[in-house]
């Protein structure tokens, strides 16, 4: 089995920085691409980033050139630079991560979610 672990989300002012962080543990033989996505309440869960395990990114158009995924192979940790934050950001953060397992079969897996919110 393996588990999702989100940190670092939080209560940040209009124009402030937050990092939550997502480390994966448990059966893992590789962690491959990993994703960020976010859910607002009433609203669809979206894609906001994701990464290879190569290091190649993808971003939503409303967050880029503001967040910045990135991640430690060495911890099987992924993590989200989220500057010039806006109250339309406000959302639950989810981390997603595509495994390989030790003993089992390539699947992906969810984190709980880590709260975001953006107000003055």
């Known amino acids: 089995q393996v588990q999702l672990v989100e940190s670092g989300g939080g209560l940040v002012q209009p124009g402030g920085s937050l990092r939550p962080s997502c480390a994966a543990s448990?059966?893992?033989?590789?962690?491959?691409?990993m994703f960020w996505y976010r859910q607002a309440p009433g609203n669809q869960r979206e894609l906001v980033a994701g990464?290879?395990?190569?290091?190649?990114?993808n971003y939503a158009d409303s967050v880029k050139g503001r967040f910045t995924i990135s991640r430690d192979n060495a911890k099987n940790t992924v993590y989200l630079q989220m500057n010039s934050l806006k109250p339309e950001d406000t959302a639950v953060y989810l981390c997603?991560?595509?495994?390989?397992?030790?003993?089992?079969?390539?699947?992906?897996?969810w984190g709980q979610g880590t709260q975001v919110t953006v107000s003055s």
């Open positions: 997603n991560a595509i495994v390989d397992q030790r003993f089992g079969p390539r699947r992906d897996y």
């Open positions: 448990g059966s893992i033989f590789r962690v491959n691409s």
């Open positions: 990464i290879t395990s190569g290091g190649s990114t």
